[in-house]
């Protein structure tokens, strides 16, 4: 954009300001002597455009002629404000240290002292073993009911090395009987 026709370098914005905003702003700019003539009426109006730029030259806090920063609250009125609206029980700086210096002190004295260790007794409680009929027992082995009975046949060590050499999981197979008119196998520790 071309500030020359203006008649100003100065960067063109244009705001829609809520109502409550515009009459803060009005009665910012009619405190401070910020008014003109209006042109259709005459009557002393607030000029707003001058008026936005105090408030940003007071918020960004800078002389913009100078380019100075002025600070906006000095440091005790800051500190007043802030202690206002933190709560009571926020810890002090001195608090904090004491805690940490305390934590790495135990943890020091921790590390010091010679480390127990308690063992583990192995857990005596035995799995109770899968019980599967003859057929499902067949399909865990990829092999059919005729096998698994031919390999019983050859002793029950035998069919247990068998079984584990075929299982997905190397679990070793015993036959366990005859239930419900079918034959039973289940797991056991090799």
Known sequence: MDYDNMGTKNKAVTAYLPEEIEARLTAFCLENGLS????KSG???PALGTGIIEVLRIFFSADLNGNTPTPVLDKDELQAIVSETLPSNVPTQEWVQTEIQQAIAQLKSELDSPAQTTEIPPNPEKKSPLILKQADLARRLRS???TLSRHNQKGGQHFAQWSKAKDPESVAWQYRGVEDNSKMYET???
């Open 36 to 39: 003109r003539q209006g042109k």
């Open 43 to 45: 009557k002393e109006k």
């Open 144 to 146: 059919n009911p005729s």
């Open 188 to 190: 056991i520790e090799l």
